[in-house]
């Protein structure tokens, strides 16, 4: 199969387009270089430099590929509050470029790096994906805008695709040739341990009272290799002929924001103060998934996100002090 991957030079792109290749699949790579690494793509992979918005570069990636996986987009939750506009324009208008170039090849057949952000505060924990969609922050909302132009796509010229509905994705390669490094960085394991290696003796938690056991968030963590593995799995269902559909990636399991501090201060061998500053804007208290359905269709299962190997693989990658990719 040969594979189109939008945001192919980012952190959840460059190391699914390694385990595309490494399952024996070829690689088209689609990204603008504005937040990727050009370093951060595979050399056997083949690089179109544009974005999803720009319809020239788009049908010259599409052509000749028998799928796409969409992993381009903004992520940043906080700068969506701030920028909703531009979140809505490149994560829910300008992939609609995508889409067309896709009709017009026929092909027909897309997975979408969609977010656990879609829920906003659930009502129902764990998540099933049936639950309602109410985002809480525009982020989120550019997602579930995305997800109705690929029911409307599937309705219009038969588009078949599969929505992943990520939880908190965290960890890098375990042998510390790729990971995170977004600039700035926003996500806390890789946070935490730029303070520990800073020198800094104390991280800032945002929030402290929130509904939860401890007060702080608890999110449901995948690790970014199991992530990558279901994008492969979702690829070859839908190849052979499977329907569209919507899953949870994650693993029915919360840990709280001072657990996480907790855990990467016990494998960096420190120990590390925490102080309290205010809610981030747009951050429910709690996203645990319900992960059933990626099991049923994919037969995918998380292998390696427990919490102590997510931030054992982040750890090794941020002591190699090269920062990772975005």
């Known amino acids: 199969m040969r594979v189109l991957v939008t945001g192919g030079a980012g952190y959840v792109g460059s190391i699914s387009v390694r385990r595309l290749l490494d399952a024996g699949h070829e690689v088209v790579v689609l990204d603008s270089l504005e937040r990727g690494h050009r370093w951060a793509v595979d050399d056997r992979a083949e690089l179109v430099v544009g974005d999803v918005g720009d319809a020239e570069a788009v049908r010259a990636a599409v052509c000749c590929v028998d799928a796409v996986l969409h992993c381009a987009g903004y992520i940043d939750v906080a700068e969506s509050v701030r920028e909703p506009e531009r979140y809505f324009e490149n994560n829910a208008e300008r992939p609609k470029t995508l889409l067309h170039a896709m009709r017009d090849a026929r092909v027909d057949a897309l997975v979408f790096s969609s977010t ?3 829920y906003g505060e659930p009502d129902v924990v764990p998540i099933p994906e049936d639950a309602p969609l109410r985002p809480v922050n525009p982020y989120g909302e550019s997602k579930r805008l995305f997800e109705r132009s690929l029911a409307e796509a599937e309705d ?27 600039d700035p960085e926003t996500h806390i394991v890789p946070r935490i341990f730029a303070a520990i290696r800073d020198g800094a003796g104390s991280f800032t938690v ?25 994008h492969v799995r979702a690829l070859e269902y839908l190849a052979s002929g499977g329907r569209s559909a919507i899953c949870n990636l994650g693993t029915g399991r919360g840990w709280s924001n001072l657990e996480v501090v907790r855990a990467c201060a016990e494998v960096a061998g420190t120990k590390i103060a925490v102080s309290f500053g205010p809610r981030r804007p747009g951050d429910p208290a709690v996203l645990v998934a319900k992960p059933g359905r990626a099991a049923e269709l994919l037969g995918w299962s998380a292998h390696r996100s427990d919490l102590k190997t997510i931030v054992g693989d982040s750890w090794r990658w941020a002591c190699r002090g090269t920062g990772g990719v975005s």
Request: proline share 5%; glycine share 10%.
């Open 116 to 118: 656990a952000a879609v």
């Open 206 to 230: 945002f929030g402290n009272d929130y509904p939860t056991p401890d007060g702080t968030c608890i999110r449901d963590y995948i690790h970014v290799c199991d992530l990558a593995d279901a």
């Open 156 to 182: 219009t010229w038969g588009l078949r695709s599969m929505s992943l509905r990520y939880f908190n994705v965290a960890g890098a390669m375990p042998d510390a040739t790729l990971g995170e490094a977004h």
